[in-house]
């Protein structure tokens, strides 16, 4: 049987190359790390989860939760991975970013019919069937060459990630357990603020030092993905009616709601380590160390991620693609994932 080339060894690039191979087609599978790194991937695993631990919500009343329980009758790997090494998360299915990716490597390389090259891809290859899943972050040299492929420009918004904070460095003296509304449990640690530590941390993030954009490109931002500080520029209340908020929080110190909150869920099965919700940013990493260690409970917060600002690619799909996601200019590759323009 002819075999399918698959770029991206990402969640869109792994799930294509599992499927097709349970279904006897052989597949081959390029992925650049760890020869490569992109500038938010770290790790050498396949299915590297870079930005949220959250797959968002695991309820059968909407389209998020319908959809992860279709791919599990699917018979996903992704899903089956996410069941597998799930974190407490009220109703959202979040998971252990490391076991999950972790989960994902070893299936795909112990499959007969899966072979994993770990090199870049620099050209689209002549063979076919080949599935791009390079993702929103795929290599400069193969964004040109799609570039040039499709002859139009490859669109692109800017996104960012947020810090993740080592959990026995919280202060759990002033930070409590608590979900909004008690919704799913007492699953994410809340840093209470009043008024006036809102004001100054407002401030202070308006104030802090950012890392400037290429000059070349206009900074346009996805809205649920929308750095803090360009919240804080937007009112001095919107973060507190954003990442923030307040409601359906009780701080059991004082027995009332606090003015703002934020808010981290925790990121591994260990409970070692928590990311704040909400918090993308592109402070520069020093200053994020000191505006952050201003939120009470964290004065002594040891960081092991920062929050950083990325450039994403994706295609124009509604226009080069056929409703098979292949080229309409070129049958035979195919495109899979968030370079294709939708959420992850
Ligand atoms: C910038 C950014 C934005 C994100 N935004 C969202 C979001 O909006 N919503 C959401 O739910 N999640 C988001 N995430 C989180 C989540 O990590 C992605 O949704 C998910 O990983 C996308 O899956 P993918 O398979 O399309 O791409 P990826 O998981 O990124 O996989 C692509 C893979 O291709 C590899 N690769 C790239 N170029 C080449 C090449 N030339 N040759 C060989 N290999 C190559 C990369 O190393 C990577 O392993 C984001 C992550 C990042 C980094």
Not at 107 to 133: C, N
Not at 318 to 336: K, N, T
Request: one cysteine or more.
């Amino acid at each position: 049987m002819k075999r399918v080339r698959i770029i991206g060894g990402g969640l869109a690039g792994s799930e294509a190359a599992w499927q097709l191979a349970q279904r006897g087609i052989p597949v081959v599978l390029h992925e650049m790390k760890p020869k490569t790194f992109s500038p938010a991937h770290k790790t050498p695993a396949l299915g590297e989860l870079v930005c949220s631990n959250s797959l968002r919500s695991d309820a059968l009343t909407n389209g998020v939760g319908l959809l992860k329980a279709e791919l599990r009758r699917l018979g996903s790997l992704v899903i089956a991975a996410a069941d597998a090494t799930r974190v407490p998360a009220g109703g959202a299915l979040a998971v252990d970013r490391e076991a999950f990716s972790a989960w994902i490597t070893q299936r795909i390389e112990a499959h007969p019919r899966i072979e994993v090259i770990r090199e870049e891809v620099v050209e689209i290859p002549e063979e076919r069937p080949t599935l791009i899943a390079t993702g929103p972050l795929t290599s400069p040299a193969l964004s040109e060459a799609i570039r040039a492929r499709t002859g139009q420009d490859a669109c692109y918004f800017y996104d960012a990630i947020a810090p993740i904070v080592e959990g026995e460095t919280i202060d759990f003296s002033v930070a409590f357990w608590a979900s909004r509304y008690g919704k799913g449990g007492d699953d994410y640690v809340n840093c209470p603020m009043d008024r006036e530590t809102y004001v100054a941390f407002v401030e202070a993030v308006r104030a802090g030092e950012k890392v400037p954009p290429h000059t070349f490109e206009e900074e346009k931002f996805f809205h649920g993905c929308m750095p803090i500080e360009v919240m804080a520029e937007r009112g001095l209340e919107t973060l507190a009616h954003g990442p923030m908020k307040p409601v359906g929080l009780i701080d059991p110190r004082t027995g009332k709601r606090p003015y703002a909150v934020v808010q981290l869920r925790q990121d591994d099965v260990a409970a070692t380590l928590f990311n704040i919700v909400g918090f993308q940013t592109k402070l520069k990493w020093g200053e994020q160390k000191r505006i952050f260690r201003m939120i009470p409970g964290l004065e002594r917060a040891e960081f092991c991620r920062f929050g950083s600002l990325h450039r994403n690619t994706f295609i124009n799909a509604p226009r080069l693609l056929d409703p098979w996601l292949q080229l309409r200019s070129d049958p035979g590759i195919f495109f899979a994932g968030q370079i294709t323009g939708v959420e992850g």
